[in-house]
């Protein structure tokens, strides 16, 4: 069955190639004044639905383009648009160059970090999925972004609203355990208390509302702190432009999404007024039993153009969630395809709710060109209960209750400079955090209070600064520079019941973080980089306010040497090496269990291979291969030396084929192969891995390339591959495991539209 079905679809891309006719195309590079080629322009035929956008080279090709005079058009942040005619012959591709002129002010995006430097001289691994790309994924959850990331796996706990976990770099707790710094338009997702340190849930972002996601690799930035030792996802939201986009999509399970995104600029007084909002609902009965998943998102913002150089914006954003959650399944159980989608015998009605708020001002001033000033202020609000239960005996369910407020201010001053010949882009920064948290847990009984166990109230504060500077030397030596230092200090209230109430301070933390990194350009379009740069995490929860405590902070060392070729847009390769140092480590034993260990100093080695091609137009090939290889070098527990750290699979691959007709229909196959991984730190039980396959018909409205809209049909885990996406050690040898299904064939179809 698998045989015969993957053979009808490649046969489909086959003779869809066949009977494709090519037409004549442009080919081109769009550069600045100084012969840089530019990434990220929009490039389109006037009066035509054709377009492109120019890879990170300033490279760009236009498939089918009808003979005849034309006329090319380009828009980009921080240039002048240029409008240049051209003549496309038969059988014959054009040629062209565009040179872009800077503009002399440019206030159509407030700057977030990272913005004012350039993208040509990064040292460290850094991958970027943009809007295009998520629009062709027609995702629900903006964690479903990182299937497209080379090395990262998605560990789905499948438990609702609960925040799932995400493996990077060798670190499996991403999201979830706080291995990871998690970022929405500079507003940070983790929390420092309550939930677990650095948990940051991902529902609350609107797929269709991102611009883009770029995936740092490591603690490889000094624009990220304390949470980014695996590495940091920073997502930012669509600002400015004209657009209407509507996603709509249901399927199995009695799901349904449906996501809208508007963007529309005013004038007021001769000012700019740019608006954007976007909004998401998303329900599902869930296809497993007690696991239905309500939540809605809204996101709003208006930016106005106070003077030439003077640009105000206020961002706001809200979800609300409810969820029923089934729990966690013994081997038997998983086993069974009759009872792997049952909750586990004497299981409980856990679940849970949240509410979430955020506000954010940004003031832009661009004193020159060369010199820009982002002051920032946020704030969040939030609340959230859970019912949990683990293992499989009667009762022991338990409630969390978290009430958490944030607020946070800062400045990032991005510059440009030279020393003769030598350019140099810098951005430095001052930031501070103050959270305020009460956590309360009780006993329960189906969702029913019994008793009261924790009353904690925390508050914690930090004030972080960083420096970063690339220095454009030499093509073939341009250097990247970066400190960071991170500071902190508050206090834990105990308010348990039948305990003296007593505060107790944070214990005094700071850290200073070097970058150090460069990257070589040896011959056009292929680059060498290398870098070490350092990371720290704070020890978790209420062990930190405690003098006597013997888990300390865990530091973190990595080495990273990699290569990048591109030719064109036809084909980009990427393949980089890195070794990852840590000491004094803090590993969860399971997933909201809140008991952890010190795993003392590991060691996480491996290699990263993307591939991006497209032989023939209209045919795209995406690949990437990740091996990792984890060992607890040095424990107070010397049984786990030389063990593997948990849940970090040794290979994760993924395979993408699509090609869509000149009509505009279409066919995308994806398979994902995750490797074998220990469930536990003991490395008493492994966890096989598992393949999945899916598969998308497809249809284009008004053509091939263009950006009208797609009507679509998914099928997924077309094979019915019996697998799990998480899976743990419930204690000791004789205890065996605990698996969290992952859903069986199923499908969806929906429609996506920009008006």
């Known amino acids: ?322 969820w029923d959650a089934t729990g966690y399944i013994p081997t038997k159980q998983f086993n069974d395809l009759d009872r792997r989608n049952d909750q586990a015998v004497n299981a409980e009605n856990d679940g849970g709710a949240k509410n979430f708020a955020s506000e954010r001002i940004d003031i832009n001033h661009n004193f020159n060109q060369n010199l820009s000033l982002l002051v920032f202020g946020y704030a969040v609000q939030q609340n959230s209960q859970r019912y949990l239960k683990f293992f499989y005996e009667p009762g022991g369910q338990a409630e969390n209750y978290v009430e958490r407020n944030l607020y946070a201010a800062g400045a990032n001053l991005n510059g440009k400079n030279s020393l003769g010949d030598i350019a140099l882009n810098w951005i430095g920064g001052v930031e501070y955090f103050n959270e305020i948290t009460n956590y309360k847990n009780w006993d329960t009984d189906f969702r029913q209070r019994q008793n009261l166990n924790e009353n904690r109230d925390f508050e914690l504060r930090s004030f972080s600064a960083f420096l970063q500077t690339e220095i454009d030397i030499h093509r073939y030596f341009r250097p990247s520079l970066g400190l960071r230092y991170d500071v902190y200090n508050g206090h834990l209230e105990l308010n348990d019941p039948g305990s003296p109430n007593e505060t107790r301070p944070l214990n005094d933390f700071s850290h200073l973080s070097p970058k150090l990194g460069f990257r070589s350009t040896l011959f056009e379009g292929f680059d060498f980089r290398a870098n070490v740069s350092n990371g720290f995490s704070l020890p978790s929860g209420s062990i930190r306010y405690n003098k006597e405590a013997k888990v300390d902070p865990s530091e973190i060392w990595q080495y990273e040497a990699g290569v990048e070729y591109a030719y064109g847009n036809k084909f980009d390769f990427s393949l980089t090496g890195f070794i990852l140092n840590t000491s004094k480590e803090v590993n969860e034993t399971a997933p909201g269990s809140g008991v952890f260990i010190n795993t003392g100093k590991t060691q996480r080695r491996g290699l990263e291979l993307g591939i991006n091609a497209q032989p023939v137009n209209r045919l795209n090939f995406n690949g990437s291969l990740a091996y990792i290889k984890t060992e607890i070098k040095s424990n107070v527990d010397e049984s786990l030396e030389g063990k593997e750290l948990n849940n970090v699979p040794r290979t994760v691959a993924n395979l993408s084929l699509d090609y869509t007709l000149e009509s505009g229909l279409g066919a995308r196959i994806n398979v994902r192969d995750v490797g074998k991984y220990a469930t536990g730190l003991e490395n008493f039980f492994y966890y096989q891995g598992y393949t999945r396959a899916d598969a998308m018909l497809f249809y284009n409205f008004a053509g091939a390339f263009s950006h009208k809209g797609q009507i679509f049909v998914e099928f997924n885990n077309i094979f019915n591959e019996n697998y799990a996406t998480y899976v743990f050690d419930n204690g000791g040898p004789g205890d065996g495991q605990s698996y969290s299904a992952s859903a069986l064939r199923n499908f969806a179809i929906g429609v996506s539209y920009n008006f």
Request: net charge negative; with cysteine; proline share 2%.
């Open 1 to 322: 069955m698998k045989l015969q079905l993957l053979i009808l679809l490649l046969g489909f891309v086959g003779i869809s190639g066949v009977s494709a006719q090519e037409t004549c195309s442009i080919e081109g590079i769009v550069f600045s004044g100084d012969g840089t080629g530019v990434e990220d322009v929009h490039i389109r035929i006037l009066n035509t639905d054709k377009a492109a956008i120019s890879n990170k080279n300033g490279s760009f090709t236009i498939a089918n383009v009808p003979v005849g005079d034309h006329i090319l058009e380009t828009s980009a942040i921080g240039f002048k648009s240029v409008k240049k005619s051209i003549r496309v012959q038969a059988s014959k591709s054009t040629v062209v160059e565009i040179k872009l002129e800077e503009a002399t002010f440019d206030l159509s995006e407030i700057v977030v970090k990272g913005d004012g430097l350039n993208k040509r001289n990064r040292t460290e691994t850094v991958s970027t999925i943009n809007l295009k790309t998520i629009k062709e994924l027609h995702i629900t959850s903006a964690l479903d972004i990182l299937e497209k990331v080379p090395g990262v796996e998605i560990g789905a706990y499948n438990q609702g609203g609960v925040a799932d976990a995400f493996m990077l770099r060798g670190f499996s707790g991403g999201g979830h355990e706080g291995q990871a710094a998690i970022e929405v338009d500079g507003v940070s997702l983790n929390e420092g208390e309550g939930n677990h340190d650095g948990y940051a849930d991902m529902n609350l972002i609107i797929p269709l509302n991102i611009s883009q996601v770029e995936v740092y690799k490591g603690p490889s930035s000094a624009l990220f702190g304390r949470f980014g030792m695996a590495g940091t996802l920073a997502f930012e939201t669509r600002k400015g432009g004209d657009y209407q986009d509507l996603s709509l999509k249901g399927g199995s399970f009695e799901t349904f999404d449906a996501q809208i995104a508007l963007g529309k600029p005013f004038s007021i007084n001769e000012k700019a007024l740019k608006t954007n909002f976007a909004a998401q609902l998303y329900r599902t009965g869930g296809y497993k039993e007690n696991s239905e998943f309500l939540k809605g998102n809204l996101n709003g913002r208006v930016a106005y153009e106070l003077t030439d150089r003077t640009e105000i914006a206020l961002n706001l954003k809200a979800y609300s969630g409810k």
